[in-house]
């Protein structure tokens, strides 16, 4: 499986995991939920994928800045940086991190683990 095939069927995972969580409901959720995006390339060089996970969101009824947020980081291909963008996800609480890049799938077992409130 390609790297590209790779990210696009992360994407489509978390895109079930939203569909989901809004049929369990039976309705378009109250609140707005909020999507960690991690990175390891740059912004400007995942553009087209982003886009890309934007617009299968919302065909499923997910709208950026209506119904849900996605905070975005990068780590502009410093691999040592990610551990810190993965630590502020985690303080954002966000709902869901959607990693994208071969080297960020590698180091998610290092996760921090979230500190008490």
Excluded: H
Excluded at 10 to 38: E, H, M
Aim: aromatic share 6%; glycine share 6%; proline share 4%.
């Amino acid at each position: 499986m390609s790297t590209r095939q790779k990210r696009i069927t992360l994407w489509l995972l978390a895109t079930l995991f939203l569909a989901n969580v809004s049929l369990a409901d039976g309705q378009q959720p109250t609140k707005v939920s909020r999507i960690g995006y991690l990175e390891n390339s740059t912004a400007s060089g995942s553009a087209v994928l982003v886009e890309a996970f934007r617009q299968e969101l919302s065909k499923l009824g997910w709208i950026e800045g209506k119904n849900i947020t996605i905070e975005y980081r990068f780590a502009e291909q410093k691999l040592e940086r990610l551990p810190e963008l993965a630590a502020d996800l985690v303080r954002l609480k966000v709902d869901l991190i959607v990693v994208s890049g071969e080297r960020c799938r590698y180091r998610r077992r290092e996760r921090p683990t979230p500190s008490p409130s």
